[in-house]
């Protein structure tokens, strides 16, 4: 199993590009989120989804959008990159309760 | 609010010694909470997961403890080791909507 892999592992984007940060797992979990980690914070929800469908919205989801197409895959949008948007994106997995896996993550910066 | 309070927030040890951490919760309703490790450049992996029922729970030289009435939690490193520097985090789970509260974490630093 390779888990939970995240691509890219590091991005510089300018102010209003957009891009997608991919986040795949192979272990058939239904539930994925999206989160970010800024220096003294602890890790905040962007989005998460509990199955193939279905998504809702977590502490910070502005600026973003997630779909859910596939159960491995779970893609996240930044529409407009905006330097407060620069910050370390963890993808994670797991079935139901149970022990969450997170991915490498992505270090994003936006000029 | 929902908050995860961990203290100390950065803390050195020398190789060997052992170390409790604390984790303050008001997270209602409440699920599990959970600790997690995280080395420097890498994604949080588990270490333990604990429901309202159990009090302690261990995981080699890591053991967790929850008073659920208090709402407190501690991490106890036994002999710690160079490889046990990281970021400790507790988590508390306040449903099954996979809604997770992170706490800042705890730094700490082994020395030889």
């Known amino acids: 199993n390779a888990g939970v892999t995240q691509t890219p592992k590091f991005q510089v984007l300018k102010t209003g590009q957009s891009m997608t940060l991919q986040c795949a797992q192979d272990?058939?979990?239904?539930?994925m989120s999206w989160y970010r980690q800024d220096p003294g914070m602890g890790l905040r929800l962007i989005h998460y989804?509990?199955?193939?469908?279905?998504?809702d919205q977590g502490e910070v989801p502005n600026g973003y959008n997630v779909s859910r197409s596939t159960t491995e895959d779970f893609p996240l949008r930044l529409l407009s990159a905006a330097p407060s948007q620069t910050s370390v994106y963890f993808c994670?997995?797991?079935?139901?309760?149970?022990?969450?896996?997170f991915g490498p993550g992505t270090r994003l910066t936006v000029l | 609010k929902n908050q995860v309070e961990q203290s100390p927030q950065s803390l050195i040890i020398l190789e060997g010694k052992n170390c409790t951490l604390q984790?303050?919760?008001?997270?209602?309703?409440?699920?599990?909470l959970r600790w997690y490790k995280q080395d420097t450049g890498r994604g949080p992996v588990s270490l333990t997961i604990?429901?309202?029922?159990?009090n302690t729970k261990s995981n080699g030289r890591y053991t967790a403890t929850l008073d659920a009435d208090t709402k407190q939690s501690s991490l106890h490193i036994t002999a710690s080791q160079l490889s046990d520097s990281a970021s400790y985090i507790c988590?508390?789970?306040?449903?099954?909507?996979?809604?997770?509260?992170f706490g800042q974490g705890t730094t700490l630093q082994v020395k030889p």
């Open positions: 994670a997995s797991s079935h139901g309760v149970d022990t969450q896996y």
């Open positions: 272990m058939n979990h239904e539930y």
């Open positions: 989804s509990v199955g193939a469908g279905i998504t």
């Open positions: 984790c303050n919760y008001t997270v209602s309703p409440f699920s599990n």
């Open positions: 604990m429901t309202f029922s159990e």
């Open positions: 988590v508390v789970d306040s449903g099954n909507t996979g809604k997770l509260i």
